[in-house]
């Protein structure tokens, strides 16, 4: 190809070309690229819908020259128009290439494209643009229609204003009230959180503190008395939703600036593959209010791993889990919210709910929000179980080591297996029957008093996961808990057992 199509080029299209073609030389030759792109979809359960050649070891094909260098007859650089495609592309170019090369460089003084992903939606809408207005529209509205589902994928609960966010939807409801919402006592860290989203249109909020604190009930009063207009996406917490959630956000072109909440961000991971970094949340920051609600056990947990870490010769190695980059940027934005109310909180707490409700009689309100997810009674109930050693400790222990194996929740059949290994070692001369983990299942998910909580809770956004009561992991799981106890027993035949 000569130099005279380059001629036609605009300058985004000459900054795209020169990251693809800086790309192809780290990586020694566009089939590289290639190969990499093939490992990611395969890796991040891409490949629906692809053709096979986008299989790991699939077909090299021309697909990059054609991105790099255009074709017949316009020749002009060109982005992929499959969403997949798109991702695994800029993923792959964004980590061999992190910063701009010095040909973007000399195109861009002003800085306007510090980052491939930047050049890349400069190039894919000028091609959107150039399309037929029939065309065009009927593109769009393919697109808009995947991107609404991807959201709606995504979150726990439908994209409403603040002020429409339902609390019984996201499970805050409780037996005080035979599941329905408890009045709402103002806490002190409130004022913080509500000066920090009325100062901002777009920046971080990071809400810590330990399971039961009150921090989700407590963002969703103040933004409803803060934002009550903005939309406000709660997300479903768990591995590989971040990316897919930052690639939504750059592709909403005219979307204003509303509220993300990233609520259990803990079960987001800390995998720079595909959980939180620090990258990601910035980015997420610059376009929206971006909350993340995380529990004060894994903030901690995460510090440690940083401060434990061996250095060894393996970069690679330092890459893995939290990185500093992460935790500074989550302690610089922190707002915490602790289990016992203070003194005004309690005197407020006292006086509304001894109006409201007679089901407090006796109870400690200094730990509110245990009390209303009935936190006491559910240690109770395991711990009685655990001692008797029958059918519901078993299940108790297998819910607790899907806190290991399954972090975002376990699907009842998983739950089956680990309860049926447990049921071995409390009874060993007894033969397993499903209907006795049927009965003991309904009564690990049945909430007290019509309570959402439970001592397995279904997972936000899926009617098929369940997870332990976040409540009483700290007290049921110990520190050192290893699975030894699971060696020598595979976990995904679904043999019958004795």
């Not at 590289?32 to 991040?44: D, E, G, H, P, S």
Request: net charge negative; with cysteine.
């Amino acid at each position: 190809m000569t130099n005279e199509p380059e001629l036609n080029w605009t300058p985004a299209q000459y900054a795209y070309s020169a990251w693809l073609e800086a790309a192809s030389e780290t990586l020694q030759g566009p089939a590289a690229v290639i190969r990499a792109m093939q490992k990611f979809l395969t890796k991040n359960e891409l490949l629906h819908g692809l053709a096979l050649k986008w299989k790991v070891r699939g077909d090299v094909g021309n697909d990059f020259k054609q991105w790099k260098e255009g074709r017949k007859p316009s020749w002009k650089p060109t982005t992929p128009d499959n969403d997949a495609l798109q991702q695994a592309l800029i993923a792959v170019v964004s980590e061999v290439v992190p910063q701009p090369p010095e040909r973007v460089q000399r195109l861009d003084p002003d800085g306007r494209w510090g980052t491939f992903s930047t050049v890349f939606w400069a190039v894919h809408n000028a091609k959107d643009a150039s399309r037929t207005s029939t065309a065009k529209k009927t593109a769009a509205g393919a697109h808009s229609e995947v991107r609404a589902r991807k959201a709606r994928d995504l979150t726990a609960t439908a994209s409403v204003s603040a002020a429409e966010l339902d609390p019984k939807a996201l499970n805050l409801g409780s037996w005080m009230f035979d599941g329905g919402i408890p009045p709402y006592v103002a806490r002190t860290a409130d004022v913080q959180l509500a000066e920090r989203l009325t100062a901002i249109s777009t920046g971080l909020t990071v809400v810590v503190g330990p399971p039961k604190s009150g921090k989700s009930r407590s963002v969703l009063e103040t933004l409803a008395g803060t934002v009550p207009d903005a939309t406000v996406q709660w997300i479903n917490p768990a591995p590989g939703v971040l990316p897919a959630l930052v690639d939504l956000h750059r592709k909403e072109k005219n979307a204003g600036p509303g509220v993300v909440v990233l609520d259990d961000a803990q079960f987001l991971g800390v995998n720079p593959t595909d959980g939180l970094t620090a990258q990601r949340l910035t980015e997420l920051a610059s376009r929206s209010r971006l909350i993340v609600i995380v529990h004060e056990q894994d903030l901690g947990m995460w510090r440690n791993q940083i401060n434990n870490r061996t250095v060894t010769a393996d970069t690679d190695v330092s890459r893995i889990g939290a990185t500093p980059e992460l935790i500074e940027l989550l302690d610089e934005h922190r707002i915490d919210y602790q289990t016992v109310l203070d003194a005004s909180e309690l005197v407020t707490a006292t006086a509304l709910l001894d109006k409201v409700t007679s089901s407090v009689a006796g109870l400690d309100f200094t730990r509110l929000a245990e009390a209303l997810a009935s936190v006491d009674h559910f240690k109770s109930e395991a711990t009685k179980e655990l001692a008797a050693g029958g059918i519901r400790a078993a299940l108790i222990e297998a819910a607790i080591d899907a806190t290991i194996l399954y972090p975002t929740g376990a699907d009842i059949e998983q739950l089956e297996q680990l309860c049926k290994l447990h049921y071995r070692r409390f009874r060993p001369n007894l033969p397993w029957r499903t209907s006795q983990f049927d009965d003991a299942f309904d009564w690990a998910t049945t909430g007290y008093k019509e309570s959402p909580h439970a001592i397995l809770t279904r997972t936000l956004g899926s009617d098929q996961h369940y997870r332990l009561f976040d409540a009483l992991t700290p007290a049921l799981r110990t520190a050192d808990r290893v699975l030894h106890h699971l060696e020598g027993d595979c976990l995904n035949n679904g043999g019958s057992g004795p």
